[in-house]
């Protein structure tokens, strides 16, 4: 049975008598799930919970929080079929997705409780005191990273487990020490509704404090809003378009207290092709390249959209459109993302200078909502003079773009704007010759990928899910992988801190048995007391 109704800590809430149902988009008609909007007075209540269950939950151990995730993780592995029914009902992905999709997120929650439990993430530093340097005495200072406070998480529309109720963003939040509020997506209630009542139950087995997860429904904008003006929340985590996360930041840098947003808005992710490479390998290319725009019907903010090849070789085209025929589409997570897609199709090919390259065999299949991979073309001055071309349309598509020289290939380079992902595909010789390319490259993207496709994004401690803007609107984090805990920490140091008041992972004694920086030098050591 699901409910639609708030989840605030513990507790269930149906307040509000406005009421919306889930949409089914491969049926095209509203499901049977039923959810109340949240009203302000639940919302207020789900965030002063929050602050209040952190005050509780920023002290727990390590080991503790490890065991809430780890428990979590087990729920959410055994949940059973009910969650793949409802959510393949809900977003038309495939069950075997979801499943997938499943373990992932499953996966990425070991992973935070294995950080947890190993401890070092805290990064401690130690510069031991020195009463007796002179002129002035040298104070102890100890740094850590502490959690920063209730964060609000926006479930994304394309990443119905591994991004939303308890995905990548929640987890990490959970990991640094914070409560979160979670907005569902309106693309997914009900499986945001099953996921909330997991981590619920979860929190309630291992004695979490009750406020520590809230989930809140709206099918517009409002609650959304509300939430990131909250004077009691510390951060947001995002994923989804740029309008949203745009408005959203400027709201959260407009507050009396600003607080950040770390918000993931997708980009186009350009691949170069070098000349040998295309000559050596251009059939396989074509193919994988064809595969990667048009896997999960395009839905993946690492989709590759750009594509730029230098036009010495015209066979390479030929292979490109040959591959992109045998593609085939498939039903988007919701409506206005297809019309999103085929208005933006569009607008590229009413553009002078754009041609249709290829189009996929399911252009023949009469389904309504049914989106078709297009294949577009153009040239590097037609990109240089329209540059929304490289602009993302979230889909099944991709921009060609033929230059005419390495000169012009490395000028599109410098004029890209921030992406989360950069390809290049090259021979080992030609990847030397190319060394300038990749220099520019690094500055544009947050993962730069070496003869591989961006799509299939890897979850572990070296992942960056992030890049410059306005693929982002923090460069300086990652929305994937370990690293992705910082966006929910700050550092504090204790100076003079008496010993039985300090954090145990700043202690003299190394109870934790972490690795610290003590005085230049890492260790898992104790210092040794002076007197
Ligand atoms: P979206 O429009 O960005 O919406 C994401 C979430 O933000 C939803 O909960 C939405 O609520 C909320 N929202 C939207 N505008 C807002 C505003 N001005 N203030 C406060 N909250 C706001 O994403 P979507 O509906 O999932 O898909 C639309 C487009 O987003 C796609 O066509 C694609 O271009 C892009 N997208 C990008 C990624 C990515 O990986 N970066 C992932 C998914 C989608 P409501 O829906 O209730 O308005």
Known sequence: MIAGQQIIGFDYSAEGSETFYSYNPAEQHNTNYLFHKATTGEINLAVQKAAAAFQVYRKNSGAEKAHFLNVLAEDLLYTGDELIKVCNEETGLPPVRIEGERMRTVNQIKMFATLLSEGSWVDARIDT???????????????????????????????????????????????????????????????????????????????????????????????????????????????????????????????????????????????????????????????????????????????????????????????????????????????????????????????????????????????????????LKTSGKVLDNNPALSEEIFGPTGMVVSASSKKEMLAIAENLSGHLTATVHGTEDELIGYRQLLEVLEQKAGRVVINGFPTGVEVGNAMVHGGPFPSTTDSRTTSVGTAAIYRFTRPVCYQNMPQQLLPPALRDKNVLNIYRLINGDWSTKDIARMT
């Not at 992710?269 to 050596?280: G, R, T, W």
């Not at 990667?292 to 085209?317: A, E, K, R, W, Y």
Request: hydrophobic share 45%; charged share 15%.
């Open 129 to 375: 005191g020195n009463p007796e340097r002179t002129p002035l005495p040298k104070p102890d200072l100890r740094f850590m990273h502490i959690p920063i406070g209730p964060v609000v998480v926006f479930g994304a529309s394309n990443f119905p487990l591994a991004f939303s109720v308890a995905g990548g963003d929640t987890i990490s939040a959970f990991a640094a020490g914070c409560s979160v509020v979670v907005k569902a997506h309106p693309a997914h209630p009900a499986t945001s509704a099953i996921i909330g009542k997991l981590v619920q139950t979860a929190a309630k087995k291992t004695n979490m404090p009750d406020g520590l997860f809230s989930l809140l429904f709206d099918d517009g904008i409002d609650v959304g809003i509300q939430l990131v003006k909250h004077p009691l929340v510390k951060a947001v985590g995002f994923t989804g378009s740029y309008k949203a996360g745009k408005a959203l930041f400027d709201i959260a840098v407009s507050r009396p207290e600003p607080i950040p947003v770390y918000a993931e808005m997708g980009s186009t992710n350009p691949v170069f092709i070098l000349p040998d490479a295309a000559k050596e390998r251009g059939q396989e290319i074509a193919a994988a390249y064809a595969a990667s725009v048009t896997m999960g019907i395009g839905q993946f903010c690492t989709n590759p959209g750009l594509m730029i090849f230098q036009n010495q070789d015209n066979n390479f085209l030929q292979l490109l459109k040959t591959a992109f025929e045998k593609t085939t589409g498939g039903v988007m997570l919701t409506p206005n993302i297809l019309d999103s897609y085929n208005s933006g199709v569009h607008q590229h090919l009413t553009t002078e200078g754009v041609e249709q390259l290829a189009i996929s065999g399911t252009s023949a299949v009469d389904v309504a909502n049914l989106a078709v991979p297009v294949l």
